[in-house]
């Protein structure tokens, strides 16, 4: 089956560690993003490629970092750097055409302590 | 910078009932408007989508409508029944000189009673 994948599905780690979530598509999608979602807040865009070794910083893009080397694959470091980096993290991809639909993964959800 | 709010922030309701979920936008250049639900602890699964050109679309019992020149569209759910229970996000889309995005709104959390 076609879709997004990402990994884990909770990630925690200690305050001061860089940390990467995985961001897998198989649908042959040439755009891919990166929200963040906090409670009682809509999705804020972080990062997006529209194509390979490509990719465009968001609203909240300090303190994290990508890398597009694959169109499968758009991981996400969040580093040190991000002052609040506990939330929910949403991957999505679509076909790069101004109107398609975007697709979701089921999200990492990241605690660092 | 375009902003996106959708109101109201949570509704509950009696199964069966019809209900309309707005969505305001400030910005009317867009070229798309996409409704999702949210389940929770789950990622967005697309409803509905408007292109700019387009007054409305629908799926099943779900209706979505887009007047651009007032900057608003409503979801309109026909019999809510408790599966419908999630919450509601509206995004419109834009063109940027480095692409294409989308802006979300806070949601909408809606609980349908049994």
């Known amino acids: 089956d076609g879709g997004i994948t990402q990994s884990p599905k909770y990630l925690f780690r200690k305050e001061g560690q860089n940390v990467t979530l995985s961001c897998e598509q198989n649908l042959n999608h040439d755009a891919m993003y990166w929200y963040r979602q906090d409670p009682g807040q809509g999705l804020r865009l972080i990062y997006y490629?529209?194509?390979?070794?490509?990719?465009q910083k968001g609203d909240i893009a300090e303190g994290y970092s990508v890398s597009r080397e694959k169109k499968e694959s758009f991981p996400l470091t969040v580093t040190s750097a991000q002052k609040n980096p506990t939330a929910f993290y949403l991957c999505?991809?679509?076909?790069?055409?101004?109107?398609?639909?975007?697709?979701f993964g089921n999200g990492t959800r990241l605690t660092v302590t | 910078k375009q902003e996106v709010t959708q109101i109201p922030a949570a509704l509950s309701v009696p199964e069966g009932e019809n209900l309309v979920l707005n969505c305001s936008f400030t910005d009317s250049a867009i070229y798309n408007l996409q409704w999702f639900r949210q389940d929770p602890g789950k990622g967005l699964t697309s409803l509905l989508l408007i292109q700019s050109s387009q007054r409305e679309q629908t799926s099943g019992r779900l209706n979505a409508s887009l007047d651009k020149s007032s900057g608003r569209s409503t979801l309109y759910i026909a019999a809510s029944q408790p599966g419908d229970s999630a919450t509601y996000l509206c995004?419109?889309?834009?063109?940027?000189?480095?692409?294409?995005?989308?802006?979300f709104g806070e949601g909408t959390q809606l609980t349908v009673n049994p």
């Open positions: 995004a419109v889309g834009v063109v940027e000189t480095s692409g294409s995005r989308l802006t």
């Open positions: 999505a991809s679509r076909v790069d055409s101004y109107n398609s639909p975007l697709h």
């Open positions: 490629s529209q194509i390979v070794n490509d990719f």
